[in-house]
């Protein structure tokens, strides 16, 4: 029997980190809450959640060294899973009341406010994942995950021109318009949705990525 894979969630003063706890724990995975730079390189995942502003969200990142953690891991390949305001502070920028703040950088594009007739987009909602998708593999085509977010990023522009590289698979869902909900991309994987609030398809979800650990 292999030991169970060890997995950090990423406290860097926003998100839902137990929520995210209890959810990984679930899976049989060994979790621990820290911001501690060594146990956070040396996890077999790395978990970043996020709620609030991207802006605010990327200041505590950087005090925490989250950004240098991260970019340092994915370096190397080992996995690390953002979700929700942790999957948007992965692309360029965030645009927030007019205000353009620089992201990671790990994907081109920028987070924008959604338009639709009711924002924010809170509840239960269905996703249009890719063929081949790992990180929704045994999940119904009509599964349902829990969104809140009034920002998304809407359009998807990286490109891989190398062959033997795989291209990244990108999941998307519609709120007024069509915005990106997953991607996968080598180590890098992350969600807009709370996997950890969407019920058996969530647990679901955490389970296929504590798989690929």
Request: aromatic share 10%.
């Amino acid at each position: 029997m292999s030991a169970p894979r060890k997995v950090v969630v990423f406290d860097y003063g926003f998100g839902n980190v137990r929520s995210a706890e209890r959810a990984l724990a679930r899976t049989g995975a060994e979790v621990e809450i820290t911001r501690d730079f060594d146990t956070a390189m040396n996890a077999d995942g790395l978990l970043v959640p996020g709620v609030g502003a991207f802006a605010a969200c990327m200041n505590g990142l950087r005090a925490a060294r989250g950004d240098w953690i991260i970019d340092r891991r994915l370096s190397g390949g080992r996995p690390v899973m953002g979700i929700c305001v942790g999957m948007q502070i992965l692309f360029a920028r965030g645009i927030e009341h007019g205000v353009e703040t620089e992201g990671l950088d790990e994907w081109p594009g920028s987070v924008e406010p959604l338009q639709a007739e009711i924002v924010p987009h809170m509840g239960w909602n269905t996703v249009d994942a890719p063929a081949g998708s790992e990180l929704f593999a045994g999940l119904d085509p009509d599964a349902r995950f829990y969104f809140v977010h009034s920002y998304a990023v809407h359009d998807w522009s990286l490109e891989t021109h190398n062959p033997a590289m795989n291209a990244p698979k990108v999941t998307w869902s519609t709120h007024g318009e069509p915005f990106v909900a997953a991607v996968e991309n080598g180590a890098l994987w992350a969600t807009q949705f709370h996997p950890e609030k969407s019920g058996d398809a969530g647990a679901q979800l955490l389970n296929n990525w504590i798989g690929t650990l």
